[in-house]
Nanobody
């Protein structure tokens, strides 16, 4: 059974940094694409970034490009989201997710990120 467990959220001032972690288990993820989404209060969930586990190819939403970095640690089967130059509009619950085909099939429980101005 696939489990995705996020950690690392918290409260930070604008301009600060946070690193989110997502520990993945229950499957061999080498063929998966792993991603981060976020959902702010009253808004729809939106794509943030993703990484192809085997090749390490990364993709980013325009809103976070140049500020966020997604990466993975094969030995720990963990993916990370390094978030720098945080803005109040980055405030959201951040979700780790995984897909083998077109749809993201597996989701973590989410971790809250709050950026104060």
């Amino acid at each position: 059974q696939v489990q995705l467990v996020e950690s690392g959220g918290g409260l930070v001032q604008a301009g600060g940094s946070l690193r989110l972690s997502c520990a993945a288990s229950g499957r061999t993820f080498s063929a998966y694409t792993m991603g981060w989404f976020r959902q702010a209060p009253g808004k729809e969930r939106e794509y943030v970034a993703s990484i192809n586990w085997s090749r390490g190819i990364t993709y980013y939403a325009d809103s976070v490009k140049g500020r966020f970095t997604i990466s993975r640690d094969n030995a720990k089967t963990t993916i990370y989201l390094q978030m720098n130059s945080l803005k109040p509009e980055d405030t959201a619950v951040y979700y780790c997710t995984a897909r083998l085909t077109r749809e993201y099939d597996y989701w973590g429980q989410g971790t809250q990120v709050t950026v104060s101005s």
